[in-house]
């Protein structure tokens, strides 16, 4: 069974940081096109950071560019989401997703970003 584990979220004052963490088992991410969505209250979910499975390269949302890192450690099946500089308007609900023929999603980690 493949499983993607996010965790991480939490309360953080405007202006903080966090780290999201997806343990995955089952699958490997360099094998995956990997992305972190987000869906705030009320909206639909969005995808704001990505990594191409063909060459590793990265895609950032403009309203996360210069402030969030999208990375992976393949060896030990992790994938991360560096967040710095965070904003109220960060508050979401924040989800990985590894996709090649299949989508997988992990469960959501909720982040809270007080003013």
């Known amino acids: 069974d493949v499983q993607l584990q996010a965790s991480g ?5 405007d202006g903080g940081s966090l780290r999201l963490s ?5 699958i ?8 972190w969505f987000r869906q705030a209250p009320g909206k639909e979910r969005e995808g704001i950071s990505c990594i ?12 996360v560019k210069g402030r969030f890192t999208i990375s992976r450690d393949n060896a030990k ?3 991360y989401l560096q967040m710095n500089s965070l904003q109220p ?8 997703n590894a996709k090649r ?3 997988y999603w992990g469960q959501g980690t909720l982040v809270t970003v007080s003013s």
């Open 9 to 13: 979220g939490g309360l953080v004052q």
């Open 22 to 26: 997806c343990a995955a088992s089952g």
């Open 28 to 35: 490997t991410y360099a094998d995956y096109h990997i992305t």
């Open 52 to 63: 191409s499975h063909s060459d590793g390269s990265t895609y950032y949302a403009d309203s």
């Open 77 to 79: 099946g992790m994938l």
């Open 89 to 96: 308007e960060d508050t979401a609900v924040y989800y990985c």
């Open 101 to 103: 023929l299949y989508d």
